[in-house]
């Protein structure tokens, strides 16, 4: 891929509103593992669960986390998107694959202690990104800034 295309957006606001859903649930969900904000663990935490838990290893967890948190705050803004939204995508992937596919499709509505949630949520947001990757991010954003140059 040539970095023209790397930037080249769709003149349209449609992906702006996937942009802006996208990067709501990562900023919170990356900085509730990388900065305990919204009730979340911590870094510390985090990367031990990821390893003892998920048998994750603490390079690729924190790239995830990495991924999520910042590779949303380049998606809100519309910077370098399709990287960071392939980022996202592949982030989801696995925990799709890792965590929640042995819980079927759906989330565990009542909570239930015994059971995770289904791949549903991830399904869907690994979709958003992936469809920013195709499309970038659309008419407002600072690829299609770039691109005009």
Not at 54 to 72: N, Q, R, S, T
Not at 73 to 85: C, D, K, N, S
Not at 131 to 149: A, R
Request: with cysteine; proline share 5%.
């Amino acid at each position: 891929m040539g970095v023209g295309r790397l930037f080249n957006t769709l003149d349209t606001t449609g992906p702006l509103f996937l942009r802006l859903g996208l990067a709501a649930v990562f900023i919170a969900h990356g900085g509730q593992k990388l900065f305990g904000w919204f009730g979340g663990a911590g870094l510390e935490a985090s990367l031990a669960y990821f390893e003892q838990t998920l048998g994750i290893p603490m390079i690729p967890a924190l790239l995830a986390m990495v991924a999520e948190f910042f590779g949303a705050m380049a998606i809100l803004l519309g910077l370098l998107t399709r990287v960071a939204a392939l980022g996202l995508t592949v982030v989801m992937a696995v925990a799709i694959f890792r965590v929640h596919l042995p819980y079927g499709f759906f989330l565990n509505w009542p909570c239930m202690p015994e059971l995770g949630h289904g791949i549903e949520f991830n399904l869907a947001l690994a979709a958003m990104s992936l469809s920013l990757v195709v499309t970038g991010p659309g008419k407002y954003s600072v690829d299609k800034w770039i691109s005009e140059l």
